[in-house]
């Protein structure tokens, strides 16, 4: 089973080479980020004519999260338990929520579609949101995984952390002036980890980026981020044989500004009747 995750920076301008990538590249289910539209404005289409399902959600247009599968999807939930709000000037826990989560069950696995808070500027309240945002999200997998150590759950997305300076390749990007890279996002990032989550990604591709800003020659210099990722339970992770970062899909005409992310999983262990089988 392949998955993979891609921030298309609005689906609607990219629908046909978002389509044209899932079927070169055989993907069974794949996450979008920031599909910027409404659900009654989702290109369907074009995927159900390659075999996919779709379902998304989205308020307005920006951000949305959506997730396109060639397997049933079930189990269907839009935002996680205890995700925060926000609206500016807006302060309390009744704060309008945005359409950040998505998640489902597909072929006996959890899969989170996932688009963190940018947090905008460290004395912005959006990065004080950020921080509860991800502290929500960690809450979740906490209690989700200790009701169910072997659960197979993945949070997959842009998650809007370089967790490491090895995954910062951009100069305008610096700790203590800038977000992405401050110690408290990072530690919230490691908190998932601590959470019970793996990152499922690095120990098989070492090296690359998943963003370049489109600004300065961004891409041609490398200069770019890893902040796209599949954090996945134990269950899921022990699953993982093979990954990828797609980094041709910078290329090309009106490309999105972060790439496809994605992983291979064997389900089909004989000699393991707990783990999830796909048929």
Same mark, same amino acid.
């Given at each position: 089973m392949r998955i993979a995750t891609w921030n298309v920076n609005s689906i609607r301008a990219r629908v046909v080479r978002t389509v044209e990538f899932c079927v070169r590249e055989?993907?069974?289910?794949?996450?979008?980020?920031?599909?910027?539209?409404?659900?009654?404005?989702?290109?369907?289409?074009?995927?159900?004519?390659?075999?996919?399902?779709?379902?998304?959600?989205?308020?307005?247009?920006?951000?949305? @999260?959506?997730?396109?599968? $060639? #397997?049933?999807?079930?189990? +269907?939930?839009?935002?996680?338990?205890?995700?925060?709000?926000?609206?500016?000037?807006?302060?309390?826990?009744?704060a309008p929520l945005e359409a950040r989560a998505i998640g489902a069950t597909i072929g006996g696995l959890e899969l989170w579609s996932l688009y963190v808070p940018n947090g905008r500027g460290?004395?912005?309240?959006?990065?004080?949101?950020?921080?509860?945002?991800?502290?929500?999200?960690?809450g979740y997998a906490a209690d989700a995984l200790a009701a169910d150590p072997d659960r197979a759950l993945a949070f997959t997305g842009d998650f809007n952390i370089a967790p490491t300076d090895a995954d910062n390749g951009d100069p305008t990007v610096v700790e203590g002036a800038t977000t992405h @890279?401050?110690?408290?996002? $990072? #530690?919230?990032?490691?908190? +998932?980890?601590?959470?019970?989550?793996?990152?499922?990604?690095?120990?098989?591709?070492?090296?690359?980026?998943?963003?370049?800003?489109?600004?300065?020659?961004?891409?041609?210099?490398?200069?770019?981020?890893?902040?796209?990722?599949?954090?996945?339970?134990?269950?899921?992770a022990d699953a993982v044989v093979a990954a990828s970062i797609h980094r041709d899909e910078r290329k090309g005409e009106i490309p999105s500004d972060h790439v496809p992310v994605a992983v291979d999983l064997d389900l089909a262990a004989p000699d393991d009747d707990d783990r999830p089988m796909i048929w």
């Open positions: 055989d993907v069974d289910v794949l996450l979008m980020q920031e599909i910027k539209c409404k659900p009654e404005q989702f290109p369907y289409a074009e995927f159900e004519a390659a075999g996919y399902t779709v379902e998304a959600h989205g308020l307005n247009q920006w951000n949305g @999260v959506a997730i396109a599968s $060639r #397997e049933p999807i079930e189990d +269907l939930q839009v935002g996680f338990p205890g995700m925060p709000g926000f609206a500016k000037g807006h302060e309390g826990p009744d460290l004395d912005d309240p959006h990065y004080r949101y950020k921080l509860d945002w991800l502290e929500a999200l960690r @890279v401050s110690p408290p996002e $990072r #530690e919230a990032f490691r908190a +998932l980890l601590d959470a019970g989550l793996t990152d499922t990604v690095r120990p098989l591709i070492p090296t690359g980026y998943t963003y370049w800003d489109y600004k300065q020659l961004r891409f041609p210099r490398n200069e770019g981020m890893r902040i796209d990722f599949i954090l996945g339970s134990h269950a899921f």
